[in-house]
């Protein structure tokens, strides 16, 4: 829900060029602990392809190994041009749902509107590290996922049996002439758990022209090849061939096949996504959404300097801001769990201070983003048998606030960055101003050296031109975040409710989706509810097994409460352990 941003490139010019500071940062520098100040490790030396030390309490995920099934696996996401929050309303009006429907090809052929042509061969019956999901399952809903980002990414997805089982009838040889049809065209070519030797033996003979060709999990006779260029699939070779080869495509292949993998094995279905994006941005043709990768260079540098040297000073100065820096050192640009981990575990005033100098006045970083539209996720259209109002919509947020401690707490969400902290309190409440709506999450922090921390934040509500639909916005550590929420369902009973955003740090170049189950103790809604919570979930694109469960076991003291003078309902009323409508 909030932001998380990468400052490798703002750690390096500040920590990294200290001659191109002034004086007085210089000396603050050079008298640091030099493994702090030279702390920026090559980039090859702390990259390992199968794993990365996740942070805290999240769990690693190996290519060869499965996430535990009760692990948390969440999105990407943006932010909305400046203009005024009534035409940010107008610009948000839902439309009819009909993206949201998980991809299905009658043909075998992609469409003439195709512009990334991709195919995905993942071994029968191979199940997946996101809870034991098969591969099928999960490529099948990453192809929908892509048609997200641009209608015309179109990717097939086969298993390995109909390479390896016997030709019986004239159906099965129709479905493989099919295959080699399609992979004639093909642009990428993702290979997932294939080890059978025949369909080993199949692959190399009918794949020989696609360009780029990606294996996980699979038979090291498959080889990896990136714009023609063959690349092994070895950790150890591709770490020695970067430390070794300093030019031309190799390198630059080398990189990228890194970052997928890097990717690939955080195990979630944002990262797999992501993962083949990065392919087509580098082999087939530009992906906007990536377009914030790559740093600006000697221009952040000198807007860094020019504008924030006091910032950098105090920031250098404060040890809990400089040990946010080194931390985002040590994820990687795309890893947006690593990131917000190492802000929530270290924001201090200072490093706030630092990050609204040079990200949101002045954006040295020259980065934007959008906050995306697609799924368009239709909000709550009646409640009680009543077609949904803003006062109404406005109190569901509002919920079990004022007989319990919070309007609501989180069970599950979908996004791994945001969704995944324990103990989630919600706090919606009207303020004393007129038509003045706010949201105050408060959420438990197991810091990077072991602390339990507790964190809130406060966001000003603005309805949206539809009831049920609200624009948030949240200055997060010195950078700006707007968020678009639906309130996808709530039963009539307030028992459980699912809630669906997507936002943007415009000036950190992020931009991210999510959503939150939510109930009134933290608890799974009962099994009677089962195909109705199924079904909110259809409604926003998102997969039960996407989930990450929240930790609700030890949740005491948590910093609640509200402002005095600030008001709750206006058309539900408490009434016993239930809720009824003031009309009613």
Known sequence: MVFCFNLITLYEVVLQNPMSLPSSICSVTSAMDAKTVIGHQNIVSDYSICSRSIPLSLPK????????????????????????????????????????????????TFS?????????????????????????DVMNHTATRLKWVDEGYEMFVFTDRV????????????????????????????????????????????????????????????????????????????????????????????????????????????DIRFSLLLLINSYVRQVPILKNLRAKGISTLYCMIK???????DCLLDPNCRKAL??????????????????????????????????????????????????????????RGSLLSHEVAED??????????????????????????????????????????????????????????????????????????????????????????????????LSWGLFYYSGAARAAGQSYTGAVLVTPDGTWPSKDESQRVNSALEKCGIKDWELYMVDNSCCTNAPLGIPEGSRLHLSLQLSGSKFVSSYE
């Open 112 to 136: 003439n509107k195709a512009v990334a042509k991709l195919v995905s061969i993942v071994g029968d019956g191979s199940v997946s590290p996101l809870k034991d999901v098969p591969w099928e």
């Open 326 to 383: 080194v931390c985002l050192n040590k994820c990687a640009p795309t890893d947006q769990v690593c990131s917000y981990r190492c802000i929530a575990s270290y924001e201090s005033p200072k490093f706030e201070a630092f990050s609204l100098c040079v990200l949101q006045k002045h954006n040295c970083l020259g980065l934007d983003a959008e906050i995306l539209m697609k799924p368009d996720v239709q909000p709550l259209s009646s409640f």
């Open 61 to 108: 995920c190996h290519k060869y190994q499965r996430c535990h099934s009760g692990s948390r696996l969440v999105s990407f996401p943006f932010s909305p041009p400046s203009i005024s929050p009534a035409k940010l309303s107008r610009k948000f009006k839902c439309k009819p749902i009909s993206n949201v429907a998980e991809t299905s090809y009658d043909r075998k």
């Open 163 to 270: 390479l390896v089982q016997p030709v019986r009838d004239s159906s099965s040889s129709s479905e493989e002439k099919e295959i080699q049809l399609v992979l004639s065209q093909t642009d990428i070519l993702i290979i997932i758990s294939v080890q059978n030797h025949d369909s080993v033996t199949w692959i190399l003979q009918n794949t020989q022209r696609i360009p780029t060709v990606v294996c996980f999990h699979c038979s090291p006779v498959l080889q990896n090849k990136l714009g023609g260029l063959q690349v092994s699939t070895s950790n150890a070779n591709i770490i020695d061939k970067l430390l070794l080869s300093r030019q031309g495509n190799k390198t630059e292949s080398l990189e990228v096949l890194r970052t997928v993998y890097e990717a690939w094995d955080r195990c979630n279905s944002d």
């Open 396 to 493: 569901l947020f509002v919920g079990w606030l004022g007989k319990l401690e919070s309007s609501w707490r989180v069970v599950a969400g979908q996004n791994p960055a945001y969704d995944q902290f324990p103990c989630q309190y919600q706090l919606f409440y009207r303020g004393k101003a007129k038509g003045s709506f706010w949201y105050e999450p408060v959420f438990q922090v197991q810091t990077l050296d072991g602390q339990v921390l507790w964190r809130r934040r406060r966001y000003r509500v603005k309805r949206g031109a539809i009831p049920g639909t609200f624009i948030f916005s949240v200055l997060d550590n010195g950078v700006v975040s707007k968020e678009f929420w639906r309130i996808v369902d709530v039963t009539d009973d």
């Open 307 to 313: 504008n924030c040297g006091p910032q950098i000073l």
